[in-house]
């Protein structure tokens, strides 16, 4: 079993930076696929970044070149870095992990979500 819990959310004006932090416990060596999702009031649940063990990435395409998705294995420590922030940023968003699935999920675990809003 893992253990997610994210941080680093926060109130932030539009073209201004966050970091959002995972955190992972438990069982993180079984860990292959780590996500970062999004979900706006009214809309559906959407993966915006994730990343394998092996070193692939994927991005959707509204955040390319603006959100970096790392790991720090030593750390047990999943980042998102989010720059350029747009309004339409604003959502709540969900750390996810698996131990089997890459980059396209599903994810077995999830955090408890964090909340960012970007003012205009």
């Known amino acids: 079993q893992v253990q997610l819990v994210e941080s680093g959310g926060g109130l932030v004006q539009a073209g201004g930076s966050l970091r959002l932090s995972c955190a992972a416990s438990?069982?993180?060596?079984?860990?292959?696929?780590v996500g970062w999702y999004r979900q706006a009031p009214g809309k559906q649940r959407k993966l915006v970044a994730a990343s394998s063990s092996g070193g692939s990435t994927y991005y959707a395409d509204s955040v390319k070149g603006r959100f970096t998705i790392s790991r720090d294995n030593a750390k047990n420590t999943v980042y998102l870095q989010m720059n350029s922030l747009k309004p339409e940023d604003t959502a709540v968003y969900y750390c996810?992990?698996?131990?089997?699935?890459?980059?396209?999920?599903?994810?077995?675990?999830w955090g408890q979500g964090t909340q960012v809003t970007v003012s205009s």
């Open positions: 996810a992990a698996d131990p089997v699935a890459g980059t396209a999920g599903p994810f077995d675990y």
């Open positions: 438990g069982s993180i060596f079984s860990i292959n696929g």
